[in-house]
């Protein structure tokens, strides 16, 4: 049997809030009940808080993070996370706001892969291409949950054969809510059996709490990037 594990570790939001001298005591744990899945399930909405008065809000749905307070440099909270208000927009038609993707972020071109000379084939949910592990992606999932205080460690198992990937896949997501103001994710996914993964975190951000982000200006110090044809796959060509 193949014993194969995997780590990722993701900084989903490091904001220097450096201004901010608020002090909300210890953090404490918080869950309730946001919405019931189609096949009856109960959604929780997670609140993590760290000791500087910031507020995480994460559904066992997903892992989605459904909003974000943070305080600004006069240290007034604000949400800097898009996403809805009720869970019903989110089984309707959500742009993977705050979820967490699998199996496998991004595309798959052609919706096929080969690997170890068998050719698997996936839903061709973005045609002509397999988005986000497919049309019941991780992000459409309800993962077990448990929360200790600032983090809220979302567990979920991903069988043979799911949405046309081999093998088992057990994934793990750790949320973390620090005291630098920095919402974390680290990911951990063992499987046994050869198979690709490529797990990611999907938030919107908006850091004016508010309107469109249309004047906002991002920079991004890379040595490279990777040219992309017009369905949006890697050429491989280097720029």
Not at 198 to 211: K, P, V
Request: charged share 15%; hydrophobic share 35%; net charge neutral.
């Amino acid at each position: 049997m193949i014993n194969r594990i995997l780590l990722f570790t993701s900084a989903a939001c490091a904001l220097g809030l450096a201004g901010c001298a608020m002090t909300h005591g210890a953090p404490s744990e918080d869950k309730q009940a946001f919405g019931t899945t189609a096949d009856g399930q109960t959604v929780y909405l997670y609140t993590l808080r760290n000791s500087k008065g910031s507020e995480a809000r994460i559904m066992n749905y997903g892992g989605i993070v459904q909003s974000l307070k943070v305080a600004d440099k006069n240290g007034n909270l604000g949400d800097v996370a898009l996403g809805f208000d009720t869970f019903e927009p989110y089984k309707a038609n959500s742009p993977y706001f705050g979820a967490l993707i699998g199996r496998y972020g991004n595309r798959i071109a052609n919706g096929k892969f080969s690997l170890d000379g068998v050719t698997y084939t996936l839903a061709k949910n973005n045609p002509p291409n397999n988005l986000h592990g497919g049309p019941n992606g991780f992000n459409t999932v309800v993962w077990n949950a448990t929360q200790k205080g600032p983090s809220l460690e979302l567990t979920y198992l991903s069988k043979d054969g799911d949405q046309g990937f081999p093998g088992n896949l057990q994934v793990t997501a750790v949320y973390t809510l620090t005291d630098n103001n920095e919402l974390r994710v680290d990911f951990t996914a063992k499987t046994d059996k050869a198979t690709v993964c490529n797990l990611t975190q999907h938030s919107y951000w908006n850091l004016a709490c508010g309107g469109d982000v249309l004047n906002h200006d991002v920079q991004i110090f890379a040595d490279n990037y990777t040219p992309v044809n017009p369905s949006l796959i890697p050429t491989g060509i280097a720029p």
